[in-house]
């Protein structure tokens, strides 16, 4: 997206986790199959890697580690062994501003994402300012370019969150995450608090920032029809690990694995004859 | 569902048999800072003794506060309209004591989210053997012994385990097994599902759904299953009616409907359903959003967003008729089925455009 990228080997895939294991302290109770005596072993040597502009879906039920695996690449939780290299990179400390911003999360509840007493173009102005990413006189049209690029009309800028719908929060909280220029996008979630109808324009969304600004987008979600629409390349993650990986067509037509056909074989299917 | 027939609206053919449950032109009215709003819109609809019916419709159609409607829990200062007659008595003109006896023996709920519907501070056993005590007047062992049964029903190992455990000790797939089996616990002839299975993952929606096909078969209940998802109403359900702001825009049974929509909305609601199979598509959007209820368009509220709008469209009167073998629709396209939007390809209407 922004210029210092560009000069990248493009070798160099945008994150890499290599072996990367995760555990937490389990209490008593809790009767987690695969777990160590006295660990939970939330990410048991998990690979994976995403070039640049590429889209890539992780998917895999609750528990399966989806949700730790980005909090491990965001640097909010350390693993206990493994590497996540991001940008060729250690990942970024939290003091580390200017890196930070390579890597922007988008939330699964659009409700609780967005501050409730914040207009949005305080939020999104706030951003840029702290980050110092344009002059100040320019910060205004630039929050209005961010909004109309996840197709917002302006009014929005002195609305509040409250007087949006899910979908509009969710076209928020990806102007915000586009607001810092960031290498990766991690969408957790984000269409599956959402209706069918405005799942699919926020997938066309995603689809047209991921094609016309090639934003690298890394997509979890237990939906495998949502991932197969979107992503061109898919991890399946089962208590833990990477059960199988591969392009979304090849994994959809032929699964490999077992647990990626009881996924496929769970959604509810519709018999299209219009 | 019966073919509700044109113009049975009144609601005084005295109680019809067949049916469990009988809305007849009911209407809801909600205050709002800016005016009156009405959240249910008329709507007409038999369901019989034991049959699935799903409500599907958008975010703010009206689908949740239609059930709280049959259900009388409506937010203060809602306005009702119309007849919910249960069982051939009309719950409206009830008490709320007596509208409560009924509901607690007789209809019972499944809410959506089970993370919240749960008592966190009691055990669930307890709360799953409260119906039978005061409804049945169990005693406490018997109670006890009722809800382990339940347990059991509903697929859980180890159940009088499970009955001494606190909800945020089970998964979410566990607790939605357990407020099913709290709304078995009184033999309901209605189960109300709000979304039962949104906020679950596919595999555990899947068993969800198989667990409740089972047990409404076992027991001959009637289910309502409000949903905005077409897919999950389709393995569920045996009928179905779609709802558009506060409408209901189409009814029938749910192959037909899904094989062959009467209403434009309908089919724009199926073409948003990604697909499992087949080639690979972009996500086909119904574009727009749902209008604003205040400021509602003339005629088919639908036509501004609608691919296949007329003009007449936009004055036509709302007309839910039959448009044949016991179905409804409000489309003016109902009779003849769906054209594809002018210029637009039939293969590509059919799969959005290929990636």
């Not at chain 1, 777990?35 to 998990?46: E, I, K, N, S």
């Not at chain 1, 501050?115 to 990413?133: A, D, K, Y």
């Not at chain 2, 393995?235 to 409907?257: K, N, S």
Request: hydrophobic share 40%; proline share 6%.
């Amino acid at each position: 997206m922004s210029t210092d990228q560009d000069v990248e080997a493009a070798e160099v895939p945008v994150i890499d986790v290599r072996n990367v294991r995760v555990t937490f302290p389990r209490r008593h109770g809790g009767g987690d199959p695969g777990g160590r005596r006295g660990r939970l072993v939330a990410l048991d040597g998990v690979s994976l890697s995403v070039a640049r502009g590429e889209c890539v879906g992780v998917v895999g039920e609750s528990g399966c580690g989806k949700s730790t695996l980005v909090r491990t690449i965001v640097g909010l939780q350390k693993p206990d062994s493994g590497d996540v290299m991001v940008d060729g990179r250690a990942i970024p400390t939290i003091s580390d501003r200017a890196q930070r911003r390579r890597l922007q999360l988008v939330f699964q509840d659009p409700f609780s994402a967005l501050n409730p007493v914040l207009r949005i173009g305080t939020m999104l102005g706030e951003l840029l300012r702290v980050h110092r990413l344009v002059p100040r006189r320019d910060i205004r049209a630039r929050c209005g370019e961010l909004l109309e690029s996840v197709g917002l009309s302006l009014d929005y800028l002195d609305a509040y969150p409250h007087a949006l719908s899910g979908g509009q929060r969710q076209r928020v909280s990806i102007a915000r995450a586009l607001a810092l220029q960031p290498s990766v996008l991690l969408a957790d979630e984000v269409v599956s608090a959402l209706d069918v109808s405005v799942q699919a324009d926020i997938l066309n969304l995603l689809i047209r920032l991921h094609e016309e600004l090639g934003l690298t987008i890394l997509f979890i979600s237990h939906n495998l029809a949502v991932v197969r629409q979107l992503c061109d390349r898919v991890f399946v993650m089962n208590a833990g690990r990477v059960v199988e990986s591969g392009p979304t067509e090849r994994v959809f037509a032929e699964p490999a694995h077992s647990y990626t056909r009881t996924l496929l074989d769970s959604i509810p299917r519709i018999d299209r004859r219009w | 569902m019966i073919p509700a027939t044109r113009d049975n609206g009144l609601g005084d053919r005295g109680p019809d048999e067949a049916a469990l449950l009988r809305l007849r032109e009911l209407t809801v009215s909600l205050p709002t800072a800016f005016g009156e709003i009405r959240a249910v819109d008329r709507v007409s609809l038999d369901i019989r003794r034991g049959s699935a019916v799903g409500i599907v419709g958008e975010s703010g159609s009206g689908k949740s506060i239609l059930l709280r409607a049959v259900l009388g829990l409506l937010p203060a200062g809602a306005r009702v309209d119309g007849s919910v007659r249960f069982d051939g008595r009309e719950l409206t003109a009830l008490r709320p004591r007596q509208r409560a006896e009924v509901h607690g023996r007789h209809i019972a709920v499944i809410p959506q989210d089970p993370m919240t519907a749960l008592n966190p501070v009691r055990r669930v056993g307890p709360q799953i053997s409260e119906g039978p005590r005061v409804h049945h007047g169990l005693k406490r062992s018997a109670a006890r012994a009722r809800a382990i049964e339940l347990l059991g029903e509903v697929g859980i190992r180890d159940a009088s385990e499970v009955y001494r455990r606190y909800p945020h000790e089970l998964s979410g797939g566990m607790r939605q097994r357990v407020l099913i089996a709290m709304a078995l616990a009184c033999d309901p002839q209605l189960i109300l599902c709000d979304e039962p299975t949104t906020a679950l993952d596919v595999t555990v929606q899947k068993k969800i759904i198989e667990l409740l096909q089972a047990v409404c078969a076992h027991r001959d209940v009637a289910l309502i299953f409000v949903s905005h998802d077409l897919a999950v109403v389709s393995e569920l359900c045996d009928d179905i009616g779609v709802m558009y702001a506060g409408q209901l825009v189409e009814t029938g049974r749910v192959t037909e409907v899904i094989a062959d929509p009467r209403h434009a909305y309908t089919r724009a609601l199926l073409r948003s359903l990604p697909p499992v199979d087949g080639p690979r598509t972009r996500p086909t959007s119904i574009g727009g959003s749902p209008p604003n209820r205040l400021n509602l368009p003339s005629g088919c509220r639908f036509h501004p967003r609608c691919p296949v709008a007329e003009p007449r469209c936009a004055s036509l009167p709302f007309d839910l008729r039959e448009v044949g073998d016991g179905r409804r629709s409000a489309c003016i396209h109902g009779e003849a089925g769906i054209p594809e939007p002018a210029g637009h390809a039939a293969a590509a209407g059919r799969n959005g455009a290929a990636l």
